[in-house]
T-cell receptor, first 112, second 119 residues
Framework: DIVMTQTPLSSPVTLGQSASISCRSS???????????LSWLQQRPGQPPRLLIY???KRVSGVPDRFSGSGAGTDFTLKISRVESEDVGVYYC?????????FGQGTKLEIK | QVQLVQSGAEVKKPGASVKVSCKAS????????IHWVRQAPGQGLQWLGW????????NYAQTFQGRVTLTRDTSISTAYMDLSTLRSDDTAVYYC????WGWGATDYWGQGTLVTVSS
């Protein structure tokens, strides 16, 4: 199975500041079709996960442009600019090039 | 709008089985795979498997092979997850999610169903 490793596991951030979450996979996430199937999900307290970004950097409709994804191969980053109180929750990266699909451990974003 | 509505919470005894339903609306049910993911209390996300609602084909995580069965009823746009021989560590919230194949991502999620396994 592909192991997804996120750092940090906890990220205290001041409102209005930026946060970055790293996600590293145990093998390349480049599919033979040329796409890289790495996505980011947000889970607010008591809510189901919500898809934010797919294929490394493509934002889902309705997701603020404060959220951006980058990376390639095995190393990926989610950046949240100008953090707002509604961003509090746990963020997961997920790979979908191989079954079973696997998730990072989650990074808890909290306000200082 | 796309919605996945799951059945209510369940309490089961060890060794029993549970069946969770996931009713889809707002899109053509047979056009998208349904994935199942679970989350133990205070823990992360774990993928169980998928079903192709069009063909009924399935794929299960090795960890759950032999214990999980995914089915669907296209006449009512509903997917089902059946988990047998329950153990206390199966206590979790179980989610269904629609998979957008071209994106390689699960774009809509059900609200979750808490399954508690306790003697």
């Amino acid at each position: 199975d592909i192991v997804m490793t996120q750092t940090p596991l906890s990220s205290p951030v001041t409102l209005g500041q930026s946060a970055s979450i790293s996600c590293r996979s145990s093998q390349s996430l480049v599919h033979r079709d040329g796409n890289t199937y790495l996505s980011w999900l947000q889970q607010r307290p008591g809510q189901p996960p919500r898809l934010l970004i797919y294929k490394i950097s493509k934002r889902v409709s309705g997701v603020p442009d404060r959220f951006s994804g980058s990376g390639a191969g095995t190393d990926f980053t989610l950046k949240i600019s100008r953090v707002e109180s509604e961003d509090v929750g746990v963020y997961y990266c997920m790979q979908a090039i191989q079954f079973p699909h696997t998730f990072g451990q989650g990074t808890k974003l909290e306000i200082k | 709008q796309v919605q996945l509505v799951q059945s209510g919470a369940e309490v089961k005894k060890p060794g029993a089985s549970v069946k969770v339903s996931c009713k889809a609306s707002g899109y053509t049910f047979t056009d998208y795979y349904i994935h199942w993911v679970r989350q133990a209390p205070g823990q992360g996300l774990q993928w169980l498997g998928w079903i192709n609602p069009n063909s009924g084909d399935t794929n299960y995580a090795q960890t759950f092979q032999g214990r999980v069965t995914l089915t669907r009823d296209t006449s009512i746009s509903t997917a089902y997850m059946d988990l047998s021989t329950l153990r206390s560590d199966d206590t979790a919230v179980y989610y269904c999610a629609r998979h957008e194949w071209g994106w390689g991502a699960t774009d809509y999620w059900g609200q979750g169903t808490l399954v508690t396994v306790s003697s």
